[in-house]
């Protein structure tokens, strides 16, 4: 089981980003996939998210109107379009996987990737 992001790097203020967790040994449709991001010195904290039952989502307020999260079936691959980006945007960014087996939740998580919002 792997997740593995890719996407990040440096972008100035106002630019696009997208990000990229592929999966492999599991199914991104039968899970509930999300983007964390952890700052220097802050907690991580919950990005967006996308749940396996409908494909619904839901936000952070800080970046709701400015990130999307979707998710390709075919390539198994959970994606974040980041857009409007500002400095406090910075962070290492991580895509988690949860699920339930035998009524215990379990997660997987990525390695996470930088993305460092500067002009």
């Known amino acids: 089981v792997q997740l593995v992001e890719s996407g990040g790097g440096l972008v100035q203020p106002g630019g696009s980003l997208r990000l990229s967790c592929a999966a492999s040994g599991f199914t991104v449709s039968n899970h509930g996939m999300s983007w964390y991001r952890q700052a220097p010195g802050k907690e991580r904290e919950s990005v967006a998210a996308?749940?396996?039952?409908?494909?619904?989502?839901n936000y952070a307020d800080s970046v709701k109107g400015r990130f999307t999260i979707s998710r390709d079936n075919a390539k198994n691959t959970v994606y974040l379009y980041m857009n409007s980006l500002k400095p406090e945007d910075t962070a290492v960014y991580y895509c988690?996987?949860?699920?339930?087996?035998?009524?215990?939740?379990?997660?997987?998580w990525g390695q996470g990737t930088q993305v460092t919002v500067s002009s």
């Open positions: 996308i749940t396996s039952a409908d494909g619904s989502t």
């Open positions: 988690k996987a949860r699920g339930v087996q035998l009524w215990r939740p379990y997660e997987y």
